[in-house]
């Protein structure tokens, strides 16, 4: 059973607009989350990422923000670029472990 | 400082044969990830190494599966016989014990197999 979802699998924003992406999780142990972003034949990078004791994190363009009663996270990308269009996954644990999302697909048109 | 690396990048093997993945973790990350990314399921953990112990095999999917790790800077996920359903991209990840990336995992480029 997935412990992560992001139930949306594609995401279309124009150039300049903000990209939210979403993800949300069941595992009330999971003590930080985390984003990765993946273009086509190349491995998932390391983006951003938050621990349970925050409520938001920011690095240039990127947010994320972590709603720990709905366990709920998103991902904000303002202004979102053309470059921004990939595959973003993301990651919870506790531990040792990391529980990824099946992916959510944004492409982000010119 | 070099990245996870895998080997092979693309493989295309016929159905029953045996395939052999390869990774080099990041020197000096304790850990080391086993993942696989399919559509339906995302990238789901296939099993982790501690100092080169496994800990974690639950992910594995059926004994024709089976990972190594003989050394720090060595592991390789072995799946005999393949079936085409085993087509798939196989990640190697790693991470730290201690230091300020211990909370984030590395992953490597890749191992597509197909199996026909």
């Known amino acids: 059973d997935q412990q992560v979802k992001q139930n949306s699998p594609s995401l279309s924003v124009q150039e300049g607009r903000i990209s939210i992406l979403n993800c949300d999780y069941t595992?009330?142990?999971?003590?930080?989350f985390l984003w990765y972003k993946k273009y086509p034949a190349e491995g998932p990078t390391f983006l951003i990422s938050?621990?349970?004791?925050?409520d938001k994190n920011e690095d240039g363009r990127f947010t994320v923000f972590l709603n720990k009663s709905a366990k709920h996270l998103s991902l904000h990308i303002v202004p979102s670029q053309p470059g921004d269009s990939a595959v973003y996954f993301c990651?919870?644990?506790?531990?040792?472990?990391?529980?990824f999302g099946t992916g959510t697909s944004l492409t982000v048109i010119p | 400082d070099a990245g996870v690396i895998q080997s092979p990048r693309h493989e295309v093997t016929e159905m029953g044969q045996e395939v052999t993945l390869r990774c080099k973790p990041i020197?000096?990350?304790?850990?080391l990830f086993w993942y696989r990314q399919t559509m339906m399921r995302g990238l789901e953990l296939l099993i982790y190494?501690?100092?080169?112990?496994?800990?974690?095999d639950s992910g594995m999917p059926e004994d024709r599966f089976s990972a190594k790790m003989p050394n720090a800077s060595f592991s390789t996920l072995k799946i005999q016989p393949s079936e085409p359903r085993d087509s798939a991209v196989y990640f190697c990840?790693?991470?730290?014990?201690?230091?300020?990336?211990?909370?984030?995992?590395?992953f490597g480029e890749g191992s597509w197999l197909t199996v026909v």
């Open positions: 990840a790693s991470r730290p014990k201690t230091g300020k990336s211990r909370n984030t995992i590395y």
């Open positions: 595992n009330s142990m999971f003590d930080y």
């Open positions: 938050i621990s349970s004791i925050k």
């Open positions: 990651a919870a644990s506790s531990g040792n472990q990391f529980y």
């Open positions: 020197s000096g990350h304790d850990y």
């Open positions: 190494f501690n100092n080169n112990v496994p800990i974690d």
